[in-house]
């Protein structure tokens, strides 16, 4: 009975094979022959690391995806672009640049992540050549999160304001402040279509330079072909239509509020001078930095029970702002301008480039990001539900958001007799001038205040914390002996470098820093890492081994499905990438604030924010291929690639890791004639002619 128990060992294995079949097998498979050499290295390693964790439940992983894509761009980038593209005709674009970029990319890093449990580095043991693209993707994550949590800042800071003025009005509420000029006005424009000549006349005259229409009248009577001698002599259609030139700059209290006393930046020359630090500013990011730090301190365990709060609270105060949107004089004119379409526009290839572009900033794959979160998961997990259902939360999120910015922007449009297009705006001149405008035109506005900050702090949360998730993870998996046990400190330590950084973008002339990160650290780089990442994968890899490593975790998957991403990945969706190189090279500007120029050393700087991350892939590569002793070498899948638990490490591609109970040679490897036995977590040898040894005497 002894000798029939050991025989059924080896004769056991995971396929239902004999030993001499395995053999055979494991001779022929360049995966599994090229793993035996190191195998036993992997097992001790794997078995000394501390685990890495799960998430809690499938809904954490689902609001933490939701929360990532739906971030600050869906409520202050995505309806400008609307309006500015044809209104609604612009969905078609987007929608179309959804399903050919957007969805593919979602789901592969989904599937990448979730296959290996490892993070945007070691993730790449699938073919390490491409190993840099992890590291470049955490050098764009830790860029960006460096300046967005200065922008959560920011939110808090005007939450803050608003809560405790809720008894008061908002400092921003009305001109008459200590930090407003006299070109500060609250007051509504005149409305010239309901008035007498003489009334035109005086009202507009009231909105012009007096010195500079003086100076003007010599240039109008040769223009015009009239003598004008005096100011007195002009008409309101000359006033109207012939001296814009002369338009006093008036600017909005909500305006002098942000620009002269949250930033201050009149007091800064500039880049070459940005200036003292602003306490308030400091505090309030330490303040951001430790709430990051409290919430992702014992990783997914603690980020994905916040996530059901952060994730969901911006939908209730959308509903909010358009419930009361809605009910407001005026807001057609919003609604009608941001959705009324115009298909003529849609001939233009800048429409396409902008949809491309929204749809990839929002989902955000080449962040890292995606990848690292679905390394989180349980590995049957259905990613490709998620990643449809995600992908159109987002857009859904994006439209419904468009209609609560524009039913007030038709409001303030309504009640200051300024034209929308003069309102609308997007990113922080949506956010901290033209929408705080608004919600202080309302009755009770502290009230609204505060709701719209809190809502633009918890949409800036998810996104943070993904990014900064992708940051710790990434360098936690490659070290996790060392810095696994002590996530908690290393995650301390990474937010507190993030806020030593964010500092200088505190300061009075701390803006122009903060546009100039965000201008470069995430643009035409995020593009190359994700052309790379989907050669690199569907071509170097191989699709089809992809695609059986994506059934091995979710099952065989119909023809149509399998038809769709195979074009998707293997020609439309790097074509697409391709085309928003293009359109972003086409439409490329140096960064701009305002009137500011920027000095060409700033031009310099964030070229280097480019094209940091590509040099890292290229390292990476050059790394390498000296370690593996060439590029053949260096594309080839290492031993622990695939599932990480042995009980997922099915089919005759992946051999057991974690269970194997084994010593090497002296050398520290295995002979090649090793076989496996699954079920009982042993290796065996087969004898050179390819008998089986006796294994009591011959198991490992």
């Known amino acids: 009975m002894e000798d029939a128990s050991k025989q059924t060992d080896i004769e056991g294995n995971a396929f ?60 202050w980038r995505f309806p400008y672009l609307c309006y500015r593209n044809g209104g609604g005709a612009f969905l078609v674009p ?24 490892q993070g945007p580095v070691t993730a790449w043991s699938l073919s390490p050549l491409f190993m840099g693209i992890g590291w470049a993707m955490i050098l764009i994550s830790a860029m960006v999160c460096t300046y967005y949590n200065v922008i959560i800042m920011y939110a808090v800071y005007y939450m803050f304001v608003s809560f405790v003025n809720l008894d008061d009005e908002l400092p921003w509420q009305r001109c008459g402040k200590a930090w407003n000029t006299e070109r500060c006005r609250d007051e509504p424009y005149p409305d010239l279509t309901n008035m007498n000549e003489t009334m035109k006349v005086n009202a507009t005259l009231g909105l012009k330079d007096q010195t500079c229409l003086t100076n003007m009248l010599t240039k109008l009577s040769t223009k015009l072909g009239e003598t004008f001698t005096s100011i007195a002599q002009l008409n309101s259609t000359i006033l109207t239509d012939h001296t814009d030139d002369c338009d006093i700059q008036f600017e909005t209290a909500s305006s002098e509020y942000w620009n002269r006393y949250v930033l201050r930046v009149h007091e800064s020359d500039g880049l070459e001078d940005i200036g003292g630090v602003s306490l308030k500013n400091v505090l309030c990011l330490l303040i951001c930095w430790l709430f990051i730090f409290f919430c992702l301190m014992k990783g997914v365990k603690s980020s994905g029970k916040v996530v059901y709060f952060t994730a969901t609270f911006p939908y209730v105060v959308l509903l909010i702002l358009l419930v009361r949107g809605v009910t407001l004089p005026g807001y057609y004119k919003g609604i009608e301008f941001y959705i009324f379409p115009k298909w003529e526009l849609l001939k233009n290839a800048k429409v396409w480039g902008d949809a491309a572009t929204q749809i990839f900033y929002s989902l955000g794959p080449a962040f890292g990001g995606l990848l690292t979160m679905a390394s989180y998961n349980k590995f049957h997990n259905n990613c490709l539900r998620d990643a449809v259902i995600v992908s159109f939360i987002n857009c859904g999120t994006s439209v419904f958001a468009g209609f609560a910015i524009f039913s007030l922007l038709g409001y303030i449009s309504y009640t200051t007799n300024v034209p929308i297009d003069k309102v609308a705006d997007d990113g922080p001149g949506l956010a901290f001038i033209a929408y705080p405008e608004g919600i202080a035109r309302l009755p009770s506005p502290p009230i609204f205040a505060f709701l719209f900050f809190f809502m633009l702090f918890t949409l800036g949360l998810d996104s943070q914390f993904a990014m900064m998730e992708t940051v710790i993870s990434g360098i936690t998996d490659v070290f996790p ?64 081994n992809f695609r059986q490593d994506i059934e091995l975790m979710l099952g065989k998957k119909s023809p149509i499905i399998w038809a769709y991403f195979y074009t998707m990945w293997c020609a439309i969706t790097p074509l697409a990438i391709l085309f928003i190189v293009i359109m972003m090279a086409i439409n490329y500007s140096p ?77 520290g490897h295995y002979p090649s004639n090793v076989g496996y036995n699954s079920e009982k977590g042993n290796i065996y040898m087969v004898g050179q002619d390819n008998k089986a040894m006796t294994p009591e005497q011959e198991r490992l």
């Open 591 to 667: 960064a701009v604030l305002g009137d500011y120029t920027y000095p060409p050393f700033a031009e310099a700087i964030g070229w280097m924010m480019v094209m940091a991350p590509l040099v890292l892939i290229i390292i990476g590569a050059i790394v390498q291929m000296i370690r593996k002793g060439g590029i053949r070498a260096a594309i080839k899948s290492e031993p622990e690639w695939g599932p990480a638990n042995d009980e997922d490490r099915k089919g005759p591609r992946y051999a057991p890791i974690q269970t194997l109970q084994a010593a090497p040679d002296g050398n």
């Open 481 to 544: 002996r060392q810095l696994r046990s002590k996530k908690a400190l290393f995650t301390f330590f990474c937010c507190m470098v993030g806020f030593v950084l964010g500092i200088p973008q505190t300061c009075k002339g701390g803006i122009y820093l903060l546009t100039l990160v965000d201008w470069y650290s995430g643009s035409y780089n995020l593009m190359i890492v994700s052309f790379v990442e989907v050669v690199g994968i569907n071509y170097v890899y191989g699709i089809n």
């Open 94 to 117: 987007y929608v179309i640049m959804l399903l050919v970029a957007g969805l593919p990319l979602f789901f592969l890093e989904l599937c990448l992540g979730q296959f290996s449990s």
């Open 16 to 75: 239902g094979k004999n030993d001499l079949e395995r053999s055979a097998e494991i001779e022929n498979d360049t995966n599994v022959q090229d793993a035996t050499p190191n195998i036993a290295n992997e097992a001790v390693k794997l078995k000394d690391e501390p685990e890495r964790g799960n998430w809690s439940g499938k809904l954490d992983f689902l609001l933490s995806c939701i929360g990532y894509a739906v971030g600050l761009g869906n409520v």
